[in-house]
């Protein structure tokens, strides 16, 4: 009962950081409109985190400070800016105020996003000092390949190094868009081409390129469609970690630390093929010890006497797989070097949107339920308040990059208009822009219910079968 209490406790205490990191963000991208707009002698309604009716509201200064009903976004009510009481609700004008400059309009719009960018600043600068951890996974080498999967009917093998896909070189499994995983996910192309080094009996290295289809993973229609996958997987050591008591791997001689190079004569790059051996019947092993030597020996997998009978119950080695850890390791990543590389990031990620030939689409863009459930997670490890402030910096330039975009309502649209406005010499409206405005407005809020509703649908899941959890393993002795 207090564990549950305690529970409880906990995951309410990171919703309440996830929705403040979203409120830092919110607060901080308004307040550069803000300082603008008193900057330029502009008139400032109000100052409101979240939209609707406020359920906080203070008079400061002669303006408004509150906070919305409706958890999304912001807004500081400039009405010498534009008309937008369609969307912040009704403002307080005075009788005798006046129109802005068209550069005023210019700085005031322009000055959400660059306070954005700032802070993007301000999280790098953290990042490059308490670092951000990275998951070690720098093989590219082929550990294991399903039957029948479109990467087997290309020919491609376990032990195969991947050096390139799509011409594109690759030194890394997953991490940055540059990895294996990533660079298939988002091909363009029909075929995907992985240029590989294939190891020869002789000890030489063959280097072919070879052409492989993919799979889309079947997914319920709620939940975003899956991404490209050719069916390979990374190669990583079969080593041998705690041996149960009694069981078959303790009767064959196993021992700790010892790892498994050989399975019934074939090398192998991977652990799964071992596992999957063993539900078939006796296993010949080749294993090498600590010091470099090998000896052989036949293994009879069993079904632990605690299992028998149990629904999922299958003959297994008995033991634990060692070395499954991921390293991680701490870098220390520039400032620049992280706002250049957010910026080709949310650029790579809109060009494949666009791309027709990419299964990437406008679905698997993230709103903030998506977004918030990702933090969470962060939030959930050890050290993921690095990652935090890491993924804060992606944030707040994907944040002044899609605010300063040119589009109706965002504040680029705003800057559009004020230049226009500079260029003619006379205000930009009228019925046109007001039917624009609501137009998109429409769009925008039907996009953003859209991926509000597959980010839950991708949190409930789409699993029928549940997990089969089986005891720990007993052997009779």
Do not use: C
Not at 83 to 106: N, Y
Not at 211 to 229: D, F, H, I, V
Not at 257 to 269: A, F
Request: glycine content about 10%; proline content about 7%; cysteine-free.
């Amino acid at each position: 009962m207090i564990s549950s209490i305690l529970s409880s406790l906990e995951t309410a205490w990171l919703i309440f950081l996830v929705v403040m990191f979203f409120n830092v963000m919110i607060f901080v991208h308004e307040l550069g409109h803000f300082l603008a707009g008193k900057w330029r002698g502009a008139y400032i309604d109000r100052f409101q985190i979240w939209f609707g009716k406020p359920i906080w509201q203070k008079k400061i200064g002669g303006v408004q400070w509150g906070i919305g009903w409706i958890p999304a976004g912001g807004f500081v009510s400039l009405p010498q800016l534009a008309d937008m009481q369609s969307i912040e609700g009704e403002a307080d004008i005075p009788r005798d105020l006046k129109p802005l400059k068209p550069l005023d309009k210019v700085i005031i719009a322009a000055a959400g996003p660059f306070a954005s960018l700032l802070l993007a600043y301000f999280f790098a600068m953290i990042v490059w000092v308490v670092g951000k951890p990275v998951s070690e996974m720098n093989t590219t080498t082929i550990g294991y390949i399903p039957a029948n999967s479109p990467a087997a009917q290309a020919g491609l093998l376990p032990g195969d190094t991947i050096r390139a896909i799509d011409g594109q070189p690759v030194h890394k499994w997953m991490g940055n868009m540059e990895g294996v995983r990533e660079l298939v996910a988002m091909s363009e192309h029909e075929k995907i081409s992985f240029t590989i080094d294939r190891p020869q009996a002789d000890g030489s290295v063959l280097q072919l390129t070879i052409e492989s289809g993919y799979q889309l993973p079947e997914r319920k229609w709620w939940q975003r469609g899956a991404m490209r996958q050719v069916g390979i997987m990374p190669a990583a050591p079969a080593l041998i970690g705690d041996i149960f008591p009694g069981s078959p791997a303790e009767q064959a001689g196993l021992v700790k630390g010892q790892r498994i190079v050989k399975l019934n004569g074939t090398t192998i790059y991977s652990p799964v093929p071992v596992s999957e051996a063993a539900e078939k019947g006796t296993l010949e092993l080749t294993l090498q010890n600590p010091d470099g030597s090998e000896t052989t020996t036949t293994l009879t997998p069993a079904i632990p006497t605690n299992w028998q009978g149990q629904a999922g119950a299958r003959p297994i080695m008995g033991f634990s797989w060692g070395g499954m850890e991921n390293d991680i390791k701490t870098e220390h990543p520039g400032v620049q070097e992280q706002i250049n590389q957010s910026f080709r990031w949310m650029g790579e990620t809109l060009a494949k949107v666009a791309a027709p030939g990419s299964s990437v689409g406008m679905e698997h863009l993230s709103g903030p339920v998506g977004i918030g459930n990702y933090l969470y997670q962060m939030l959930e490890n050890t050290d993921g308040w690095k990652l935090i402030f890491w993924f804060a910096v992606v944030l707040n330039v994907n944040l002044a990059v899609l605010n300063i975009l040119p589009l109706p309502i965002v504040d680029g649209g705003h800057v559009v208009l004020g230049t226009l406005e500079i260029i003619f010499r006379r205000p930009v409206g009228g019925k046109l822009l007001e039917w624009i405005q609501t137009g998109f407005l429409f769009l925008l809020l039907t996009f953003f219910i859209f991926v509000t509703f597959k980010d839950v649908g991708d949190m409930v899941g789409g699993s029928e079968d549940a997990e089969v959890k089986l005891p720990t393993p007993v052997f009779s002795k």
